[in-house]
């Protein structure tokens, strides 16, 4: 049986879907192949296949060090974000008490709050209690900003996790942590991983409070590319790192899509 012709109204939709869809893309791709041309400038189409802005980059002590601390504050900041906020979700959907729906705008707040006053606040508060710049305060705050992902991803979850699963494991005789760990962590692993994934990109692309909170010897990534580019101007390195970056995260997303489902990151 043949299918029905789409009609105008869903062709045209799907026109426009396509050059939303390219219009997204097209950036990506021109840095993506402008990281491997060969001129002195950044410039598109590409002139001459070269890895020359790669070698640059990995040649670079200051942009490599970046990464290294960007990699480890968004590491330490993803882990301390599901060790606040797992708990904090199973608070808000297991339990009622008193200032429960306070608890919970507090905890996702730093959603709606601009970076940029949040960080210059949090600079006002560590120069009032005398902390310098230090990787513990770089994290904490990091740790502010990424722990609404995995509440709200982690409460998702147990909001539709069949609670006869584990019903079942206490009427067989286990008890409350066994139920909670082999049964209840289990089947919220994926909201978990999903927040978990939120966070540790958005303590990774983070500049304002970087930019605050960060000295001469605590620099990330996206806060050095900035200030360079800021002092000299766009440089060929700068492709490279973000085609880097941009590959780095498909493979996240590729191997998160193969384990858990994409799905979790609605």
Same mark, same amino acid.
């Given at each position: 049986m043949r299918r029905p012709a789409p009609s105008p109204f869903t062709l045209a939709v799907r026109a426009v879907s396509g050059a939303v869809l390219a219009f997204l893309a097209a950036p990506i791709v021109i840095v993506v192949i402008a990281s491997f041309n060969d001129a002195a400038i950044l410039s598109f189409p590409l002139q001459r296949f070269s890895l020359r802005w790669y070698v640059a980059f990995f040649q670079d002590f200051e942009l490599v060090q /970046?990464?290294?601390?960007s990699l480890v504050v968004a590491a330490l900041s993803t882990v301390g974000a599901i060790l606040v906020g797992v708990p904090a979700a199973f608070a808000l959907v297991r339990y009622r008490f008193p200032g429960r729906e306070l608890v919970g705008a507090f905890l996702l707040s730093p959603l709606l709050?601009?970076?940029i006053v949040l960080g210059l606040a949090v600079l006002l508060l560590y120069a009032a209690v005398g902390i310098r /710049?230090? &990787?513990a305060g770089f994290v904490v705050m990091h740790v502010l900003i990424t722990t609404p992902y995995v509440v709200r991803t982690v409460m998702a979850? &147990?909001?539709?996790l069949d609670a006869s699963l584990e019903e079942a494991a206490l009427s067989l005789g286990a008890d409350d942590l066994r139920t909670t760990w082999h049964v209840t962590l289990p089947l919220i692993r994926p909201g978990v991983f999903a927040g978990g994934f939120f966070a540790f990109m958005t303590s990774f692309d983070n500049v304002p409070l970087s930019i605050f909170l960060g000295s001469s010897k605590l620099v990330t990534l996206p806060v050095k590319i900035y200030s360079q580019v800021e002092a000299y101007g766009i440089d060929p390195v700068f492709a490279a790192v973000s085609t880097l970056v941009i590959a780095g995260t498909l493979v996240v997303m590729v191997a998160f899509d193969r384990y858990v489902g994409l799905d979790y990151l609605r």
């Open positions: /970046a990464l290294q601390v709050v601009p970076l /710049a230090t &990787l979850v &147990l909001v539709r």
